[in-house]
């Protein structure tokens, strides 16, 4: 009953439009608890470098078509990869611009002759996991400054947009409202470092979408279909909020 | 595929310290208690059982229950002795199996 009261509350207040002065953003690293940050903090206790460990076994192993593996292409991952993550979504040669989840489908159709391999896979999460890895600490970059400034401001409109039964945008929570409580848990300024991050709460790897899902379905609002334009425009959003705070993926969270 | 993680103190280590050993392995350990959104049970899928041998001879074991989360980690102490493996070995339902060892070094 208090959560519903708290929504109504925060939906009343009208919308304050700016968002979070650079000085004052926190990453969800930052705002969780001690305990998630030690799991993060110690390699071998954050599960989600077991998925880096089963990316890399993936990046060099070949598939069974004889075509290379990641590694035939891109060589080493530890020189190839560093930075690639800080620099996701990008426009590729082709014009389209794409998530690190839809670059790495795309390898495997084009260049493995492959299925791809799902959104959400336990295998397509672990490579993600592995490239992200080589940008760990590294300053996530302004995707405006890399020809990305419409998408920017779609994603902009989307996060400003209120949305569902609850009549809730991703702005009233993650800017105005962030640190307050929800339901019992922190509402974090919901920047992705992380991503792919193990979610307690999933007991599971998961990826950024996955997560923006999860607020879709919390305001009771549609979500868009998997690897959606939208979807992508949302990120680069997020991304460009999030410009220059360290990446520290693959990140554990609650 | 089944990824674990064991770790192994790679401080020199002399004999008769005591040393941490920490091990992870993936796993869902699916409860059994859960359904899918058609209602259907979802069944159970857990490691039961992991059994830890420090040059052949049996040093630590665990029983594990549904209450365990999804990619078990285990730490524990041993006092070193000698050279010699540390092997773990974690046996489940449906026939899960999977051994995975390392090398503990002593000197002096």
């Not at chain 1, 990008?90 to 260049?111: E, F, K, P, Y």
């Not at chain 2, 796993?27 to 420090?54: K, L, S, V």
């Not at chain 2, 730490?75 to 046996?91: L, M, R």
Request: aromatic share 6%; glycine share 10%; hydrophobic share 40%.
């Amino acid at each position: 009953m208090r959560f519903f009261i708290f929504l109504a509350l925060i939906a009343a207040v009208p919308a304050l439009a700016q968002g979070i002065a650079p000085q004052d953003r926190r990453s969800g690293f930052e705002t969780m608890g001690p305990e998630a940050q030690a799991m993060q903090r110690d390699d071998f206790s954050n599960p989600a470098m077991l998925g880096v460990a089963a990316g890399e076994a993936a990046w060099n192993s070949a598939p069974a078509n004889g075509k290379p593996a990641c590694s035939g292409c891109h060589g080493d991952i530890n020189a190839t990869m560093r930075g690639v993550d800080a620099r996701y979504p990008a426009r590729q040669a082709n014009g389209a611009v794409m998530d690190l989840t839809g670059r790495i489908q795309t390898c495997q159709s084009q260049h493995q002759a492959i299925t791809p391999e799902p959104r959400e896979s336990a295998g397509l999460l672990a490579l993600q996991a592995a490239v992200a890895l080589r940008s760990r600490g590294m300053q996530i970059e302004a995707p405006a400054s890399r020809g990305l400034s419409e998408a920017v401001s779609r994603g902009e409109a989307l996060y400003r947009q209120r949305l569902g039964q609850l009549n809730l945008s991703c702005a009233q929570c993650h800017d105005d409202h962030w640190g307050r409580s929800l339901g019992g848990t922190r509402i974090p300024q919901g920047h992705p470092t992380g991503y792919p991050i193990f979610r307690l709460e999933w007991q599971a790897m998961g990826s950024l979408q996955r997560r923006l899902r999860n607020c879709f379905t919390g305001v009771r609002a549609e979500p868009f279909p998997a690897g959606a334009s939208e979807w992508i425009d949302l990120e680069i959003y997020l991304r460009q909020r999030a410009a220059g705070m360290a990446s520290d993926a693959p990140g554990v969270r609650p | 595929m089944t990824t674990a993680m064991i770790l192994v103190p790679r401080t020199p280590i002399r004999s008769g310290d005591v040393v941490m050993l920490k091990a992870m392995i993936s796993h869902p350990m699916e409860t059994g208690y859960r359904r899918t959104e058609n209602g259907e049970e979802i069944p159970r899928n857990i490691i039961r059982r992991m059994i830890c041998r420090y040059d052949g001879v049996e040093v630590f074991s665990v029983e594990m229950h549904q209450a365990i989360a999804a990619n078990p980690f285990m730490s524990f102490g041993v006092v070193a002795t000698k050279t010699g493996p540390v092997e773990f070995e974690w046996v489940g339902d449906n026939g899960f199996r999977h051994r995975q060892s390392a090398q503990l070094t002593v000197t002096g």
